[in-house]
């Protein structure tokens, strides 16, 4: 996967690829991942709010700490659950696109015809596709943040009788840019593993269209482990760091 990112870097700047059309094909990249993903980040987000309004506006409300529950599901979302939640989605439905798209076009020898052209499959392929996910993710993942905290707030004023003025104001007073960029930092370092991961095993496939299956799996499960095992490392890492004075 080093190497592909170094092919793919080197090659561009090569003039494998103009950066006209890279910018056209990167946009491209946005415009379809973004498209594919919106409905789903969506429904989603909208219900990833209301469970966290539900249970913890219960379990606070046993201990009287009820006005706690716009701080609680501030922290939760833009820290952890927000990025990690659209992450682990994102890798099932973009990982497995772009892994399929690419190893179908790598066993229908469609990869060898890009290189018999003279150009480069890591440029064209697989660059513009990483690049695309950088811009993609983040702002997908702050889409869904906000949609959540909307969904949280109606629950809340529905359930628990908390205003939406009250609950706003307190999201803005516990809600810090470091929680933001914190969290923008995870997504970022979620859709480049993903990205390459996807391109990397989509040119290696082989052994026709079982072989495209097993490419598929193979990117979602890796995808899975590799946001729930980082996401504890950098979250460790910024609470010793970013967050150890509160």
């Known amino acids: 996967m080093l190497y592909l990112c170094r092919d793919a870097v080197s090659d561009s700047v090569s003039g494998f690829v103009k950066a006209r059309e890279l910018l056209g094909l990167v946009f491209e990249q946005i415009y379809v991942l973004g498209n594919q993903s919106l409905a789903l980040i969506t429904a989603s987000s909208v219900a990833m709010g209301a469970i966290m309004a539900i249970q913890f506006g219960n379990a606070l409300q046993r201990f009287g700490g009820t006005l706690y529950l ?33 190893a179908s076009m790598n066993v229908t020898e469609q990869v060898d015809a890009v290189r018999v052209l003279g150009d480069s499959p890591s440029a064209m392929l697989a660059l513009p596709r990483i690049l695309a996910c950088l811009v993609a993710f983040p702002i997908l993942t702050l889409f869904g943040d906000v949609l959540s905290l909307l969904s949280a707030m109606l629950i809340a004023y529905t359930e628990q009788g908390m205003g939406p003025t009250f609950y706003f104001s307190k999201t803005l007073e516990t809600i810090t840019w470091a929680d933001l960029w914190t969290g923008v930092v995870k997504t970022i370092v979620f859709s480049l593993f993903i990205s390459v991961a996807a391109c990397w095993k989509g040119l290696n496939t082989t052994g026709g269209t079982r072989g495209v299956g097993r490419s598929t799996t193979w990117i979602v499960v890796t995808s899975s482990i590799f946001i729930l095992v980082a996401d504890f490392f950098m979250s460790k890492f910024f609470i010793l760091t970013v967050f150890q004075n509160g």
């Open 70 to 102: 716009p701080e609680l599901v501030g922290l939760s979302l833009f820290r952890e659950l927000g990025p990690m939640l659209t992450s682990l989605l994102l890798a099932g439905r973009l990982g497995s696109g772009m892994t399929s798209e690419i």
